[in-house]
């Protein structure tokens, strides 16, 4: 909290989301759902097990969001870790051929993949990011937490870097998850303070990311066992591609 308020010290932006969301589990802080008259009012999904046990019709259960049935609605830091992933790029006259493959997400979650970049590296060097590939930009996992996406980027996200010489140059891929399963377009999830914007951690954050320029400071935790296949599984070791 005391981060969002310096932020906005410096953007001017008044805080929106409310702050009763702060400082939650990620499925603590809910979602929006058809009987939301706003982003802030949210509703806690159901568990998948809730809705198959309410022998009622569907409409009367209208409003509440549940989950899917195999998603893991309270993931632990070892099930964050477990994570990890694939990009391929070929890129042939400025155009990009990019390959993404995750292992070992959270189960049935939303992902989306974006490219992180700075323009004018050096000095007075600022951000910028893209939904990669162009909007629509989202993995869905499978039941063991894998996914696939092939996409198309405008120009090559490993060009040249130089500070000083290069107009842009792009940093890392991000595999971005949103807790609240719901994806916005060509932002990540509204976390750049903006009106109606929710900081980093409260509805989502980067679950993975694939540094292409730049000293990584911290090593992969996992190693990726080749192809664009998951060879180990959080249920046991298994061979299975999309």
């Known amino acids: 909290r005391a981060f969002t308020e310096a932020m906005n010290q410096v953007s001017q932006i008044q805080v929106t989301p409310n702050r009763l969301l702060y400082n939650k ?26 809705i198959t046990d ?11 969001a549940y989950l899917p049935q195999s998603v893991t609605s309270r993931p632990t830091l070892d099930d964050w870790e477990q994570g990890s992933g694939l990009i391929e790029i070929d890129c042939m006259n400025g155009i990009a051929s990019v390959t993404v493959s995750v292992c070992n997400l959270l189960p049935e979650a939303v992902y989306t993949v974006w490219e992180v970049g700075v323009a004018n590296p050096g000095l007075d060097e600022v951000n910028y990011w893209f939904p990669a590939g162009g909007i629509g930009n989202v993995i869905r996992t499978d039941i063991n937490g ?23 140059c792009q940093i890392y891929f991000s595999v971005f998850h949103h807790s609240d ?4 377009g060509g932002d990540f999830g509204g976390v750049f303070w903006k009106p109606y914007s929710y900081p980093a951690g409260i509805i989502g954050s980067n679950h993975l990311w694939f540094p292409l320029h730049g000293q990584p400071l911290q090593q992969p935790l996992n190693r990726w066992n080749g192809g664009h296949q998951c060879k180990r599984s959080n249920k046991g070791y298994k061979n299975y591609q999309q």
């Not at 589990?25 to 159901?46: A, C, F, H, M, W």
């Not at 092939?150 to 500070?163: A, G």
């Open 25 to 50: 589990p990620y499925y603590d802080v809910g979602t929006v759902t058809q009987s939301s008259l706003n982003i802030d009012e949210r509703s806690i999904p159901k568990e998948f097990n809730q």
């Open 54 to 64: 309410i022998s009622v019709h569907p409409s009367i259960a209208s409003g509440n």
């Open 146 to 168: 894998y996914g696939y996406m092939e996409l198309n980027m405008p120009w090559c996200p490993v060009r040249e870097c130089i500070p000083g010489e290069s107009i842009d």
């Open 181 to 184: 399963y719901i994806v916005w």
